[in-house]
């Protein structure tokens, strides 16, 4: 079967910025555009199909629902993962994403929860996000909100490009400032604002802050989820696996010259290039890449050749 490459849904935000066209070459719509969503099923945004010719102008959650032979057998109702690009100009507010079963309950039917991981795309220097909390108990927690003790509360990290980190439903999270990130996640829309910084959009208002909600479903206390991250070396090319939990696997395919990647023909993977440009051959298929590009490798696709000098970050649910 072929590669299904998609195209990207861009949203406005008030910490959105220009680089996803700068950096990306992306048709953004404004200098204002903080997110790319460039797999997408999710009601919010989805992501189109620019080929094949045959599935060309597709929506991907129709593509999901009429051709399940490109997914597999046993699939989830809906498509379970979105892929994002964003560009923090500016700090995104502090927030955090509760689990399924909450979600369900208090968004509706159908609305996942959120699980995520960041890859660093690019850093300004002395960048950092917010990761995690330092109370000890909600009580401390609450009283630490409450008084709006944010530097006391919030913990914060310096972070640099080729960074991964794990950011698991429940955990107190921000991207800073200068930050270009690789988001894998459920496909679910729901954030809960605990701080934005007294902002105001462009109306003058500030935005919805959800403190019960955030203080419900923050863990607490907070700990770094544990990354066991795999290299397998070939050459001067490389497979990283960042982890694996109950909804994604993520990996970095690093080609430099040439790589073989084998893959699990159980399972489609999603795919973007994160840097630089080359070839993929793929069923004896041969498709040109470029900065940017998201695509879907479809079930029962054994392996890949790349070819060039190209990062590339893919996820399988």
Same mark, same amino acid.
């Given at each position: ?10 949203? &406005?935000?008030?910490?959105g910025?220009?680089?996803?066209? &700068? ?11 903080? &997110?790319a969503?460039l797999?997408s099923?999710?009601?919010?945004? @989805?992501s ?26 046993n ?18 507010? *502090?927030?955090? /994403? ?7 309950? /208090? ?10 991981c ?11 996000? @917010?990761?995690? /909390?330092?109370?000890?108990?909600k009580?401390?927690? +609450?009283?630490?909100? &409450? ?9 914060? +990290?310096?972070v ?12 107190? /999270? ?40 955030s203080?419900? @479903? ?24 960042y ?14 010259g040439q ?6 023909d ?9 840097e ?5 051959y ?8 470029n ?5 879907i *490798?479809?079930?029962? *696709? ?9 990062e ?6």
């Amino acid at each position: 079967m072929d590669l299904i490459f998609l195209k990207a849904v861009f949203k &406005e935000k008030i910490w959105g910025g220009n680089k996803l066209r &700068e950096e990306f070459n992306l048709d953004t719509p404004s200098e204002k555009t903080g &997110e790319a969503w460039l797999i997408s099923a999710h009601g919010n945004g @989805v992501s189109q199909v620019i080929s094949p010719k045959a599935y060309k102008g597709m929506k991907l959650d129709e593509l999901y629902q009429k051709h399940r032979e490109i997914f597999g057998e046993n699939l989830e109702d809906t498509f379970p993962l979105l892929i994002k690009l964003l560009d923090a100009s500016d700090n995104l507010s *502090v927030q955090v /994403h509760p689990d399924d079963e909450y979600a369900r309950i /208090h968004e509706g039917k159908g609305e996942r929860g959120k699980t995520e991981c960041w890859y660093i795309v690019s850093a300004d220097e002395g960048a950092e996000i @917010v990761y995690g /909390h330092t109370a000890k108990s909600k009580e401390e927690f +609450v009283e630490l909100i &409450e008084d709006g003790e944010w530097d006391k509360l919030l913990r914060r +990290v310096k972070v640099k490009k080729g960074d991964f980190f794990d950011v698991p439903y429940g955990t107190i /999270h921000a991207i800073g400032k200068g930050i270009v990130i690789l988001e894998t996640q459920q496909s679910s829309d729901t954030t809960y604002r605990v701080y934005d910084y007294d902002r105001v959009d462009k109306y003058g208002k500030k935005r919805e802050l959800h403190i019960q909600d955030s203080i419900n @479903v923050s863990k607490i206390p907070h700990s770094d989820p544990k990354l066991e991250i795999e290299e397998m070396i070939s050459d001067k090319s490389k497979i990283v696996k960042y982890l694996k939990n109950e909804f994604f696997s993520v990996y970095k395919y690093l080609c430099d010259g040439q790589l073989k990647v084998f893959l699990d023909d159980n399972t489609y993977y999603l795919m973007t290039v994160v840097e630089g440009e080359g070839e993929i051959y793929a069923d004896g298929k041969k498709y040109n890449l470029n900065l940017g590009d998201s695509f879907i *490798v479809p079930i029962g *696709v054994k392996n890949l050749e790349l070819k060039g000098n190209l990062e590339i970050i893919a996820s399988r649910p």
